[in-house]
């Protein structure tokens, strides 16, 4: 070939119609690159040079590299190590690839290098080790360092090395760029081959090897996001093929089954659905489903099931179990009082506590009897928060407010269709709700036979049926019952089950009407003055002894509810900061006006002589709106000694002052 045709075959790698030489051409080209070498080392421009490799002759005889001394250089052994580790999953992907590429060219030697140059794995002849640096910098101009510095697919024939000893090898090279998703450079794959098994389909072959690395790479990160978004949602999936072996399981799926499904496993045969095979659902949408895979284990699902392509189907669960939490959440299915936070010291009262305390220690059903208004849900939510169940939901149902016709779904729950007007999917009742807690049966007097037929299987057997279900659901929930009529009478006229009244009343607690602990009513009246005042804002408005008087005598029909009602509706009402007898509702003065005068006598005689000082006190402040020195000397006392009375009394100066328009300080 003369040097117009080598030229010519040089240009032609613009155009891509490479023709790259062999055999005697190759030869002949050897021997025009080497004339070409002589040229540039004598200081000579050489002719027939592509730019870019000339380029890198200049850049690596300018670097002082020695084109006479070959030899590897590479990190030390564990930085090595530590470099392969880091580019782990480019040398896996890239490892089945470079053996495919080597099968067409088994005289060839293939290697794969970081984007700085570290050769990170090779396979057929050796030539290159592991770990070898061949960047530019380190070898001068070979076929990995111009793919490093070009960024493209590069050739370099056998002349076109810097080192004399890569020359001597008479072996052609081709370089692409390994990229990732964002068409960054991460690695090279380098192919190197004999002359006469180097043409230019050799350099299609190892551009395609680069991009199948590169689309092998961005399907694992595809699929790696795919498992990490499966792995975090907060619902179970289960990918199943045509046949209903399971795929896919992602980790919460695996927290349901408590790892007794994974893939390769038939679906229906390792998870065992009741009346139904998964496998061949077509659709559904929150359908309940109960799960037995292991024997005594019974998990209810929520399960939606959605076809997916090849005849596959996409199963979805939820856990029924972790849907009723939610649900307690938003219902506020908690309990708020505790033994210490029931106001009163009577005797009768201690007696009720000291008993509903006893029975916290067990799990043992409690029977709380009393008027209404007495306060039988605070007792029910005190033993529930005083026991090992504190932590779990307390679920209060009024049996008497419950349509005659929907006490059993509520209580029971009901399947999918069980009745017309039924919630799709069925609905769990506050027996499965309540799992783990406490149930409060309020009004159980008033619950119906049948209803009562059904809560006395529950409290023997600990399981309920739903409306429309065939098996029973294991529940672990304490019944607390309450009731303000007499369960005996009603067990003698048949209205209520004799059976199921000696199931519930296992631990009875009697709770006293207010009228049989008026001793207290001072004290819960100060109780919901103080929280009257603070949900409506108002001045610290105090009862007279004369009031408190009136309150006690009322008997309370109503028990303390209805003291909570009078409390409230008299604050609203009064204007001013002291509450006398006279302001109080028309039910409780007429009440104290029929008292014979002995009774209201005694009953005066009875208030102690520092309550009227403490009134006296209070009226004197209020008129003077709160100025002490005033007050002092209008009682008759030095100031210190007023000081002492209001901390007797536990009187604040300053709700009398913020009532003064002046603002003045005292």
Known sequence: MNQANFAGAIDSENEGKLSLPTGN?????????????????AGREPTFVRPEVLSSWKRSRDAGIDPSHFAYTSPPEDEVRQIQADHAELIE??????????AYNPDGHINLTSAQGITLSCCGRDLTPVGSI?????????CTACCLKQQRLVYLLNGENWKLALRQRRLQCTAAPIRDADGQMIGVLTLTASQDNFHYHTLGTVQAAAEAIRQQLMLRALLAEQ?????????????LDRSGTIKTINRYARQIFQCEARAGQQIDERLNPENLRLATMTFCNDREIIFTPAEGQRISCLVSVMSAPAGGRVITLRENQRIRAITRRVMGASASYTFDMLCGSAPALQVAMDKARSSCRSDSTVLLTGESGTGKELFAQAIHNGSPRSGEPFIAVNCGALPRDLVQSELFGYMDGAFTGSRRGGAAGKFELAEGGTLFLDEIGDMPLEAQASLLRVLQESEVVRI????????????????????????????FRRDLYYRLNV?????????????DIPALTEWFRQKVCAQLKKANVQFTPRALEALSQYPWPGNVRELENIVERTINMHSGLLIDAGDLPDEVTQYSQRLPVSSRSSAAQSVRLDDNERAHIITTLSALDGNLRQAARQMGLSRAGLYNKLKKYQISVDDFRRQSLSGSPR
Request: glycine letters at 6%; aromatic letters at 2%; hydrophobic letters at 45%.
């Open 25 to 41: 051409e190759a030869s002949r080209w050897d021997s025009l690159l080497e004339q070409a070498r002589v040229d540039f080392d």
């Open 227 to 239: 498992t990490s978004i499966l792995e975090t949602l907060n619902e179970g999936v289960i990918v």
């Open 507 to 519: 631990i009875s607690v009697p709770i006293p009407a207010l009228r049989e602990r008026s001793s």
């Open 134 to 142: 061949l960047t530019e910098s380190e070898m001068g101009t070979n």
């Open 93 to 102: 992907v890239a490892g089945s690839i470079m053996e495919n590429l080597l």
């Open 468 to 495: 429309g279900a065939s098996l029973p659901v294991k529940v672990n929930v304490r019944i607390i019952a309450a009731t303000n009529c007499n369960l005996i009478r009603a067990v003698e006229t048949g209205a």
